[in-house]
């Protein structure tokens, strides 16, 4: 039957519910996508894309050997899926049975944000009025599960009293960077790549050289206290700024953290054309 007649058959009430029945499935399609972001079965997902667009080349040209190696494979495929996305499915249905799946409503993520903002800015300047450094980044749309990954784990709910404890020097985790991921504390004890560009200031030491190194290769955005000094900055898109007071700390980790990307964007165009120009 050609899709044209099909749709034609339908009553308006039939073809409605075919929409919010696809409208569902994208939307539950989606919701996964973003729960299996920045992890490794992101990988592990488009490994499992290859195989289906190879397998369909196989009978394109013919190749009768590989599409009987896969058609002993592919049958295995719904259960290796639920094995290897087990944490990720885990995450989703533990969501839904607290009915987190959905999205909060404004008024939940604006208190989230004054919440992280108030802990981000009292944990830096406490730090910062006693000289102990500090490392914080945040991930964005770029996953940093590859630096989460090389520290030790934690999961915990981002306070100021965790990430103070955190930084105490000569204890166990305050030497590598805390990364921040959805909105709590992944790991502790991270590192973070080196940036190797010969323009940056011969003043600043490992902690501002990770930070501007990560902001090279990701959009997460890092804040770093000086030990030496108990200066702040902030990096993001590749650039840092220095020696910020509180003030002018929590202004430009708002505006990097939660400002629009359209926002972001006009932001670097313009740091761009004024190094162009001066």
């Not at 959009?219 to 003030?247: F, K, P, Q, W």
């Amino acid at each position: 039957m050609p899709i044209w007649d099909y749709f034609t058959g339908l009553s308006s009430v039939g073809v409605l519910k075919n929409i919010v029945d696809v409208l569902l499935v994208w939307y539950v399609f989606y919701k996964l996508m973003t729960i299996i972001k920045g992890t490794k079965a992101v990988q592990l997902l488009k490994g499992i894309f290859v195989i289906i667009i190879v397998r369909i080349l196989t009978d394109l040209f013919g190749l009768d050997t590989l599409s009987w190696i896969l058609d002993q494979v592919l049958p295995y495929g719904f259960l290796t899926i639920i094995i290897i996305f087990q944490p990720e499915l885990r995450r989703a249905l533990e969501q839904l049975g607290r009915g987190r799946l959905f999205a909060r409503t404004n008024l939940q993520e604006e208190e989230e944000k004054e919440r992280l903002m108030d802990a981000m800015s009292k944990a830096v300047s406490y730090m910062a009025k006693r000289r102990i450094g500090a490392l914080i980044s945040i991930e964005k749309e770029t996953g940093l599960s590859e630096y989460i990954e090389t520290g030790i784990p934690m999961n915990s709910e981002l306070t100021s009293e965790l990430l103070i404890n955190v930084f105490i020097p000569n204890t166990p985790l305050h030497d590598g960077a805390v990364i921040i991921q959805k909105n709590r504390i992944a790991a502790a004890g991270c590192y973070l790549p080196l940036s190797e560009s010969p323009f940056i200031s011969k003043e600043l030491g490992t902690r501002h050289r990770a930070a501007i190194g990560l902001s090279e290769v990701t959009d997460a955005i890092t804040v770093i206290v000086s030990e030496e000094t108990g200066a702040v900055s902030v990096t993001a898109n590749g650039d840092i700024d220095r020696n910020l007071n509180m003030e002018e700390f929590e202004a430009r980790l708002k505006k990097v953290w939660f400002g629009s990307a359209k926002m972001q964007a006009e932001t670097s165009f313009w740091k761009w054309r004024m190094k162009k120009n001066g």
